[in-house]
């Protein structure tokens, strides 16, 4: 039963070591000085003072462009399980892998040629 799990802790014990050996270690190495002062205490993120929050207008390309990832980026997915098994599912595994390439195909030409594609 341990022969089981054995891979399966020594990968948790790694998965664990590892972020807390980062925060040990920073704290460890840590170059900056432990005094406190008010400029160390304003919010500070890259380059940009955080102040009250602004709306900000996303245009649509924005949201489509991450809707088209998403679509095509699940149907890609779909392809690998597909091509694990293609060997045993001889010529109609064949025929299936063929005809949802070209609905990807399609799909895909059919989204570049309406301009979704394109940040202007």
Do not use: C
């Not at 205490?41 to 940009?48: A, L, R, W």
């Not at 102040?51 to 699940?74: E, H, K, N």
């Amino acid at each position: 039963m341990l022969d089981n799990w054995l891979p399966f802790l020594i990968y948790a014990l790694f998965a664990a070591a590892i972020p807390i050996s980062m925060v040990v270690m920073s704290f460890v190495f840590a170059t900056r000085p432990k005094r406190r002062t008010r400029s160390r205490g304003i919010p500070f993120e890259s380059g940009v003072s955080t102040g009250p929050p602004r709306r900000q207008r996303f245009t649509i390309s924005f949201y489509l462009t991450a809707m088209l990832f998403i679509v095509f980026d699940i149907e890609i997915v779909f392809l690998y399980p597909l091509g694990v098994v293609l060997h045993q599912l001889a010529w109609f595994g064949f025929a299936e892998f063929a005809f949802f390439l070209l609905i990807l195909l399609v799909a895909y030409v059919y989204v570049w040629r309406k301009g979704a594609l394109e940040w202007q």
